[in-house]
């Protein structure tokens, strides 16, 4: 699964969607979302069913980077915490180290509090884990682009140009 410029291995991926589940079920949310800064989702779990989830996807990045403009023009870094209340669902939308985002939909049976609790306790695990990811990913592009150092346009003209 590709996470921006990165790709996640499996045992990375199990890891997330463990702590996310974890985090569904602890703050008795719907749906917990992880996806990139670019839209593109990383993992969800909970009742999708009538939830496009790369429309979900798309659309909170879009809210997280129009949001942010926002707090460029009151003089603010970010605005990490967003809340949006429904009259059925609520969305909590919060932003976790500078690639990724989490959207948690809940609804009566949980409440804004429990959710922002919940939220910043998994955020403290997640950052780890997504560290670990981009270590790995920054030691395995340095290993592929060594292997590579030394072909000269004149070594690929050879190869392909028979």
Known sequence: ??????????????????????????????????????????????DMDGTDPTALASLAAGNVAATEGLARLVGEEEFSNLYHEGQRDNLHVSVVGRRMILVVVFDEHSSLGLVRLRVRKITAELLPVLEEVERRASTERTQFEAAFADITDADLDALFND
Not at 16 to 25: H, V
């Open 1 to 46: 699964m590709s996470l921006g410029d990165l790709i996640l291995h499996e045992e990375e991926y199990q890891k997330l969607r463990a702590l996310i589940e974890r985090l569904r079920q602890d703050s008795n949310a719907r749906i917990v979302f992880l996806l990139d800064r670019n839209g593109q989702p990383v993992a969800y779990i909970g």
